[in-house]
């Protein structure tokens, strides 16, 4: 079944959900990569980025960071350039409530 017979199947509410997981999906195994690429744990990470370990952890988990300072931090983090990140958060633009 493609995704857009399943879509439009749904609910608006459940399709914008389902939306917004996959998105923080995407976010969040990109992060997690290039966290791995650079041989960080998640307590590095989230020191160099000044960040709690949880904080970091739950990122990689699928929540996505809500302040442009939280991102510029990420990008720093993992050496990925502030660019480079805000075109991944409009290729997963429908995580965040933008």
């Known amino acids: 079944m493609s995704m857009t017979i399943l879509e439009s199947r749904m609910s608006p509410?459940?399709?914008?959900a389902l939306r917004r997981?996959?998105?923080?999906?995407?976010?969040?195994?990109?992060?997690?990569?290039?966290?791995?690429a650079r041989g960080l744990s998640v307590e590095e990470a989230a020191r160099l980025a000044?960040?709690?370990a949880s904080e970091w952890a739950?990122?990689?988990a699928g929540s996505v960071p809500q302040?442009?300072?939280e991102l510029?931090?990420?990008a720093g983090t993992l050496e990925i350039g502030?660019?480079?990140l805000l075109n991944?958060?409009?290729l997963c633009r429908d995580a965040w409530d933008l």
């Open 67 to 69: 302040t442009p300072a």
């Open 50 to 52: 000044g960040m709690e």
């Open 21 to 36: 997981r996959f998105g923080a999906g995407i976010f969040a195994k990109a992060v997690q990569h290039n966290r791995q």
């Open 82 to 84: 502030y660019d480079r």
């Open 72 to 74: 510029r931090s990420i």
């Open 88 to 90: 991944l958060v409009l």
């Open 13 to 16: 509410s459940a399709n914008f």
């Open 58 to 60: 739950a990122i990689e």
